[in-house]
């Protein structure tokens, strides 16, 4: 009965291990996180035509600025800059709706990867990860 290798065990189980890693977290890294697959939001095309953009789902990156608004139980509203692929064309802030089922914190210079849906003339955060 032949015996197999230790070796083959002491460096195949890190490389598989690695290998999984790589395969879990690549496709995070890839810019847009767990919400890749939305539509990156158009600050210009929402400040042309708010109307057109309603009922749909977009990914926004972004970072928070102030806090403009909490109630209790409802929620709060924050500015936020959006983060643009071309610095050379800034859109400023906008505002952006976080209900209170919302369990993060949020505090002046964090980032955010959210969901965003656009209501009426509102811009709903669903979901929101940090980076």
């Known amino acids: 009965m032949s015996k197999i290798n230790p070796l083959f065990f002491a460096l195949g189980i890190p490389v598989v291990v690695i290998v999984i ?8 890294m890839g810019g847009g996180g767990k ?11 929402y400040r042309k035509d708010w109307a057109t953009l309603q009922g749909n789902s977009y990914r926004l990156d972004c970072q928070v600025e ?19 692929k071309d610095p050379s064309r800034p859109s400023g802030r906008i505002p952006v709706f976080v209900p ?26 669903e979901a929101l990860e940090r980076f």
């Open 100 to 125: 209170a089922n919302s369990t993060d914190s949020f505090e002046v210079g964090q980032r955010f990867k959210c969901k965003l849906r656009v209501t009426r003339d509102l811009l709903v955060v």
């Open 21 to 28: 890693l790589v395969a879990i977290v690549a496709p995070r």
């Open 66 to 84: 102030q806090q403009l608004a909490f109630v209790e139980g409802r929620g709060r509203v924050l500015a936020v800059k959006p983060i643009e």
């Open 35 to 45: 919400f890749a697959d939305l539509t990156p939001f158009s600050v210009e095309a």
